[in-house]
C-alpha cells in the first residue's frame, strides 16, 4: 500500500482492503485440552458463534454460501457521521465473498454478519474502518475477520493523521479485547510494510504460509502476526458464481477466525487469551502430527532399501492438532 490513507483489503497499496489483488496479494487461488475434548458435530461446524466479517459485501446466491447463516449491513456516512444500517445481499468486488466462503467451508454453522465498509475501489476511509470496528464491538460478536488493514511503508516515518488513526484503532482494539470480542486481522503481504491492526497483539495477527492442508497453523511469534495459516493459492469462491485461487494474508485470515469459531462453539466461556492458546496448541499438534508422518517415511525408505518389507507408517489422527472437530 503506498500512502497511508484508505483502508482497503489486504495488499492494496493504500492501506485497505480491497475488492480486487494488490501488493503482494494475487488471485489464481486445563482449558484448551477441554475445549477439543468437549467438541462435537455441532461445534466443530461452529454453530451458534456469531461472526461479523468487514470487507466487500458477500454474494449470498455464490453456491458456496448455500445454507450459509448471512445478515448483511453495511457502513453508510450521514453528513460527518458513520452509520451501519441493514442491505440487501451483494459484493462490490469479489473479495469478501471469497473470505466468507474459506469461513463457511470450515465452520459451516457460524452464523456471518457481513458488514460492508469497502466501495467499489476496494477501499474505506480509515474513519470508516474504525466505525466498523466499532459496531462489532457494540454488537459483541464472538469473533470479527479484518482481512483489510492500514498499510504504511517501514522507512516512511509516521504523519500525525496515521498517529491519530493508530491511536484510534489501538483504542478500539482495546475495548474489543476488554468485551471478549476475538478480532483475527490479516497482517502485511509485503516485507516493506507494517500492517493495522494486524500488529496488535491485543488480537490475532495472521500471516500466510503455503499450507496444502486447509486446516493447518504454525505459530510464529513476530512484530507482524503470531500465526500463519494457509494463504497461498487458496481455493475459494469468485464473482460470477465459480471459483478461482486466491493468495494473501487476506485468506489466511478466515482460516484462522474458522478455527476460533469452532473454539468458541466449544467453550464460549474461552477468554480471549485462552482463545490464543488453544490456537497455538492446535499449531503444535499439527506440527507434531507432520514431524511423525516424516518420520514413518523414512523408517519405510531405510526398510526398503535393507531389501525388509516396510513398517507401517505411524497412525495418524486427523483430529490431533486441529481445532474441535
Not at 458456496?64 to 453528513?79: I, M, P, Q, T, Y
Request: aromatic letters at 4%.
Amino acid at each position: 500500500m503506498t500512502a497511508p490513507a484508505p483502508a482497503g483489503p489486504r495488499g492494496g497499496a493504500d492501506g485497505g482492503a480491497g475488492g480486487s489483488p494488490g501488493a503482494g496479494e494475487r488471485a489464481g487461488a486445563s482449558e484448551r485440552a477441554g475445549a477439543s475434548e468437549r467438541a462435537g458435530a455441532g461445534e466443530r461446524a461452529g454453530a451458534g458463534v456469531r461472526v461479523a466479517l468487514i470487507d466487500s459485501g458477500v454474494d449470498a446466491a455464490h453456491p458456496a454460501l448455500r445454507g450459509a447463516a448471512l445478515r448483511h449491513v453495511a457502513l453508510v456516512r450521514r453528513g460527518g457521521e458513520h452509520e451501519v444500517l441493514p442491505v440487501e445481499p451483494g459484493d462490490v468486488g469479489g473479495h469478501g465473498t471469497a473470505c466468507a466462503g474459506i469461513l463457511h467451508r470450515m465452520a459451516p454453522g457460524a452464523e456471518i454478519t457481513s458488514v460492508r465498509a469497502l466501495g467499489e475501489d476496494g477501499r474505506c476511509s480509515r474513519d470508516g474502518l474504525i466505525a466498523a470496528l466499532r459496531f462489532c464491538v457494540r454488537e459483541r460478536f464472538s469473533v470479527v475477520n479484518l482481512s483489510l488493514g492500514i498499510d504504511i511503508p517501514r522507512s516512511a516515518p509516521l504523519r500525525p493523521g496515521d498517529h491519530r488513526s493508530i491511536v484510534e484503532l489501538y483504542e478500539v482494539a482495546d475495548a474489543a479485547y476488554t468485551a471478549e470480542v476475538v478480532l483475527v486481522a490479516a497482517g502485511p503481504n509485503v516485507a516493506s510494510f507494517r500492517t493495522y491492526p494486524g500488529r496488535f497483539k491485543s488480537l490475532i495477527g495472521v500471516g500466510r504460509a503455503p499450507f496444502r492442508d486447509p486446516e493447518a497453523l504454525r505459530s510464529e511469534l513476530t512484530l507482524d502476526h503470531e500465526i500463519l495459516a494457509p494463504g497461498d493459492d487458496v481455493l475459494a469462491p469468485a464473482p460470477g458464481g465459480g471459483e478461482r485461487r486466491w493468495t494473501g494474508t487476506s485468506f489466511a485470515a478466515p482460516h484462522v477466525t474458522a478455527h476460533v469459531a469452532r473454539l468458541r462453539a466449544a467453550r464460549p466461556e474461552l477468554s480471549i487469551e485462552a482463545v490464543k492458546a488453544a490456537l497455538h496448541e492446535i499449531a503444535r499438534g499439527a506440527e507434531r502430527s507432520a514431524e511423525e508422518r516424516a518420520g514413518g517415511a523414512e523408517r519405510s525408505a531405510e526398510a526398503a532399501a535393507a531389501g525388509a518389507r516396510p513398517a507401517p507408517a505411524a497412525a495418524e489422527h486427523p483430529e490431533e492438532g486441529r481445532a474441535p472437530a
